[in-house]
């Protein structure tokens, strides 16, 4: 009478097949599934302090967005009245076509607004950025600048 491990062709200790490549390509596998299924186990980046130079009302900060799941997130600092002015360039790598980016600013409250380059600033605090590639374009990759004024 054959033994399993001639019968099924897997060795019965591990239960593992017997053949090297599968053994490799089911190890890739669970690789894959453990540390790429998702983006919600990595912790967010850091946000980057974006700080202006003495008696500056503009600061810029450089970014690079290389798929739909990217953000840039940035934080600046300002007080209750002032106005933020957001002015954001892309450079698409190959040079064709248009990136389309979205803005989403935090406010110390929590209370979130986007889809605006002009943002009247009610309460002292740090305001967050967040930029992403925008949905209803091509996807892209590139390198996005942001230009904060603070007035």
Known sequence: MPRPS???GVDTC???PKNRATNTFLALVALVAIFGSSRANVAAAPATRIVFKRGATEGVVHGELRSMKDELRFVVRAK???R???KIDVHVEGG???GSVHDEVTYPDRHKEGLSED???PVDGD????????RMGEEWQGAVTLHVQIK
């Open 80 to 82: 209750a009245g002032q």
């Open 84 to 86: 933020m002015v957001l």
């Open 96 to 98: 064709e076509g248009a």
């Open 119 to 121: 943002y009247y600033l």
């Open 6 to 8: 001639e019968k099924w």
């Open 14 to 16: 591990m239960m593992l």
């Open 127 to 134: 305001y967050r950025i967040s930029l992403t590639e925008g």
